[in-house]
Structure formats: C-alpha cells, structure tokens
C-alpha cells in the first residue's frame, strides 16, 4: 500500500468521523430544542398555576389590615352590648328596689 492510499484511507476514516459528529451533533440539538421548549411550556403552566393562586389568595383570604378592623368592630359591638346589658340590670334592680319600696311602703299603712 502506498502513501497515497493511507491517506485516502485515512481521509474516509476521517470523513466518517466528521459526518457521524455532525450527525450525533444535530440530533443532540434537536433534542436540547425540545427540552427548551417543553421547559418553556413548564414554565408557562407554572406562571398560570400562580396567577391563578394569587387571583384565588386574593379573592378568598382577608388581609390582615382588614382582620384587625373587623376583630376592632367586634370588640366594640361586644362592648356596646355588655353596656347595655349592665345598663338592663341597674333599671332591673332601680325597677325592684321601687316596687319593694312601694310594697314596704303599702304594707306599713
């Protein structure tokens, strides 16, 4: 075998090796293509998934400002009714201690 065969030889050899590289390269791309865009669509459905629990966060959780006003208004709402009923029961008792004054009083004459 002569000098120039090796070469062509290894030229073909060469070639092969190139072409099966450029080969195994290509598929290689169009695999990382489909991971970017399945990963892209990943990435999508997670921002909608988010949306949507900030929409329902927002919608059905009160914030905390808006607690303490209403825990605020309770606490009056109780207090007004605590005051009235405290105020029942002194004109109860003002009530009684008038009819047992006029009973006493009736009983006496």
Same mark, same amino acid.
Do not use: P
């Given at each position: 075998? /002569?000098?120039?065969? @090796?070469?062509?030889?290894?030229?073909?050899? @060469?070639?092969?090796?190139? /072409?099966?590289? %450029? &080969?195994? &390269?290509?598929?290689?791309?169009?695999? !990382?293509?489909?991971?970017?865009?399945?990963?892209?669509?990943?990435?999508?459905?997670?921002?909608?998934?988010?949306?949507?629990?900030?929409?329902?966060?927002?919608?059905?959780?009160?914030?905390?400002?808006?607690? %303490?006003?209403?825990? /605020?208004?309770?606490? +009056?709402?109780?207090?007004?009714? !605590?005051?009235?009923?405290?105020?029942?029961?002194r004109?109860?008792?003002? %009530?009684?201690?008038? !009819?047992?004054? +006029?009973?006493? /009083?009736?009983?006496?004459k």
């Open positions: 075998m /002569g000098t120039e065969h @090796m070469i062509s030889i290894a030229l073909f050899f @060469m070639t092969v090796a190139v /072409g099966v590289f %450029a &080969w195994l &390269w290509n598929k290689a791309e169009r695999n !990382l293509e489909n991971v970017i865009q399945n990963h892209s669509k990943d990435i999508e459905s997670i921002k909608r998934d988010i949306a949507d629990h900030r929409l329902h966060v927002a919608t059905s959780y009160v914030t905390q400002s808006e607690l %303490a006003k209403t825990i /605020g208004s309770f606490e +009056r709402t109780v207090e007004r009714l !605590l005051d009235a009923i405290n105020q029942m029961a004109d109860s008792k003002e %009530a009684f201690a008038e !009819l047992h004054r +006029r009973v006493d /009083g009736k009983e006496d």
